[in-house]
């Protein structure tokens, strides 16, 4: 009788322990995946009023912002493991896909960390002006997604999608109009130059 109770309060401490650890496991995995909230209300910028909302994946090395603004709304996606990001804009019907800048850039960890010290919220129109970047869309649509990564893949297909390529120094002259400009968290000011399908 008494090594009975003695295995039945064992397997009690067993569980308790395996609850326990199986707590502290989720409070560590947590980390890999967070989402904020910020508001960007830049009423010079017709693409880039609204809320914007951050999502840090650092398991997979990818950031998304989603910028909720009516008709004007857009979500942009950067693949760190690839190297590209794409912007799907909803009045547009389509998505870019281009080569990130890894100068105008933050890495994902220091993305990470200006949004969970609320650096990028107390920026503002008034701080900073945010490193602006200027990219001709390619008009032929692209075939072949699955070069871009599995992330971009998945947010780009059965939407006309874009390749677009940065345009650096005196060829900046070369665009006039017919651009669409998105303010990206007070860190990137994006213009994209060209024709799409539903332009």
Same mark, same amino acid.
């Given at each position: 009788?008494?090594a009975?109770?003695?295995i039945h309060?064992?397997?009690?401490?067993?569980?308790?322990?395996?609850? $326990?650890?199986? +707590?502290?496991l989720?409070?560590?995995?947590t980390?890999?995946?967070?989402?904020?909230?910020?508001?960007?209300?830049?009423s010079?910028?017709?693409? @880039?009023? @609204?809320?914007?909302?951050?999502s840090?994946?650092?398991?997979?090395? $990818?950031?998304?912002?989603?910028?909720?603004?009516?008709?004007?709304?857009?979500?942009?996606?950067?693949?760190?493991?690839?190297g590209?990001?794409?912007?799907?804009?909803?009045?547009?019907?389509?998505?870019?896909?281009?080569?990130?800048?890894?100068?105008?850039?933050p890495?994902?960890?220091?993305?990470?960390?200006?949004?969970?010290?609320?650096?990028?919220?107390?920026?503002?129109?008034?701080?900073?002006?945010p490193?602006?970047?200027?990219?001709?869309?390619?008009?032929d649509? $692209?075939?072949n997604?699955?070069?871009?990564?599995?992330?971009?893949a998945?947010?780009?297909?059965?939407?006309?999608?874009y390749?677009?390529?940065?345009?650096?120094?005196?060829?900046?002259?070369?665009?006039s @109009?017919?651009?669409?400009?998105?303010?990206?968290?007070?860190?990137?000011?994006?213009?994209?130059? +060209?024709?799409?399908?539903?332009?």
């Amino acid at each position: 009788m008494p090594a009975f109770f003695s295995i039945h309060h064992f397997r009690d401490a067993n569980m308790k322990l395996t609850i $326990v650890f199986a +707590g502290l496991l989720g409070v560590f995995l947590t980390p890999a995946f967070a989402q904020y909230n910020i508001n960007i209300g830049d009423s010079n910028n017709s693409g @880039g009023s @609204g809320l914007q909302t951050v999502s840090v994946n650092n398991e997979h090395n $990818v950031a998304n912002v989603d910028n909720n603004n009516g008709w004007d709304s857009w979500h942009t996606l950067w693949d760190y493991n690839t190297g590209f990001a794409a912007i799907r804009l909803f009045n547009k019907k389509a998505c870019i896909v281009h080569k990130m800048n890894k100068d105008a850039t933050p890495s994902l960890q220091a993305l990470d960390t200006m949004v969970k010290e609320k650096k990028l919220q107390d920026k503002g129109p008034g701080g900073p002006p945010p490193k602006g970047l200027m990219y001709s869309i390619n008009p032929d649509k $692209v075939n072949n997604l699955d070069e871009f990564g599995k992330s971009i893949a998945s947010m780009c297909r059965r939407v006309p999608t874009y390749m677009a390529e940065e345009v650096r120094g005196a060829s900046l002259l070369f665009y006039s @109009g017919k651009c669409f400009n998105v303010n990206i968290l007070w860190i990137l000011n994006a213009s994209f130059c +060209g024709e799409t399908e539903e332009n």
